[in-house]
């Protein structure tokens, strides 16, 4: 983990120890699952804990995980809500496959919590309008996390504007959002498979077979243009991520509409 106004002075100490975790392991990659003992929480699976020690790990496997959290993830400024966040952004970190870490990594992206969405860019709602494929009168006041395409950066925000209440509130799926902005930030390091023949091909013969409830249910990957292929894609890569893992589903609902594109991104991570 780095803090970013030193992040630039520590990068050259993160890579030294993702170089030496390695070197010890004699360069052999250690598939990413969850440490033993480690716990993540997030409010789509029905704000459980779930616990991980009945997985298996080595010590130099953990020494790795911590490496790669290490090298990816970037506090972008402390706040007193940042320490309930980061642990489920890590635990989401040390859950993505060595082909998507390896992706992240060799492109220098940067996982960065971020107070506000609003905070790290003030000029998304001008720029955009709006979150893609969110109802109309949504903001980025309202989004947990976004992949900003400027910077090459997942986003993940400590809070939220609430649309039931207007309020500010604490980011209840950091380790779900995870999962997804580091799928839409492998699509961009992989050179955009969402957009590719296969992918393309799968979601086209995925959407034909949509029922009216999954449309109404899943506006957001049955949209138009890249949108709907990308989201699907980056929901994907998370659900196969936990899968891997021998974890549930984040978007189960997802996965059954779309299980072509699933097929896809699991030979991807694979």
Same mark, same amino acid.
């Given at each position: 983990?780095?803090? @970013? ?24 990659? %250690? +598939?990413?699952?969850?440490?033993? #003992?480690?716990? &993540?929480?997030?409010?789509? &699976? #029905?704000?459980?804990?779930r *616990?991980s020690?009945?997985?298996? *790990? ?5 020494? %790795? ?10 506090? &972008? ?5 940042? *320490? ?20 992240? =990594?060799?492109? #220098? =992206? ?10 790290y ?23 947990? #996390?976004?992949f ?23 980011? *209840? ?7 997804? @902005? ?9 050179? &955009?498979?969402?957009r ?11 959407? +034909? ?21 990308? @989201? %699907? ?6 659900? @196969?991520?936990l ?12 996965? +059954? ?14």
């Amino acid at each position: 983990m780095i803090v @970013e106004k030193s992040h630039r002075e520590r990068a050259q100490v993160n890579s030294r120890l993702i170089g030496a975790t390695l070197a010890s392991l004699g360069a052999v990659w %250690v +598939s990413v699952f969850p440490v033993a #003992g480690d716990t &993540y929480r997030d409010s789509t &699976y #029905g704000g459980a804990v779930r *616990d991980s020690r009945d997985v298996r *790990d080595t010590r130099d496997a953990r020494d %790795v995980k911590n490496a790669v959290v290490a090298q990816l993830l970037v506090i &972008y400024r402390q706040s007193p809500d940042t *320490d309930a966040i980061r642990p489920q952004v890590e635990h989401a970190l040390k859950l993505l496959p060595d082909k998507v870490t390896q992706a992240l =990594i060799s492109k #220098g =992206i940067k996982v960065r919590i971020v107070p506000t969405l609003l905070d790290y860019d003030p000029t998304l709602n001008a720029a955009h309008g709006g979150p893609r494929g969110w109802a109309e009168g949504s903001t980025f006041d309202n989004v947990g #996390g976004l992949f900003h395409i400027k910077t090459t950066s997942p986003l993940i925000a400590e809070r939220v504007v609430s649309q039931k209440t207007g309020k500010s509130e604490l980011n *209840d799926r950091p380790f779900r959002t995870t999962l997804h @902005e580091s799928g839409h930030a492998f699509d961009y390091c992989s050179d &955009y498979p969402s957009r590719g023949e296969e992918f393309r091909a799968a979601y086209e013969d995925d959407s +034909s077979r949509l029922t009216e409830t999954q449309r109404t249910r899943l506006p957001t990957f049955a949209q138009s243009g890249n949108g709907g292929p990308s @989201e %699907v894609f980056a929901t994907s890569v998370g659900n @196969e991520s936990l899968k891997l893992a021998g974890l549930p589903e984040m978007r189960p609902d997802v996965a +059954s509409a779309f299980p072509r594109c699933a097929r896809v991104v699991q030979r991807l991570i694979r």
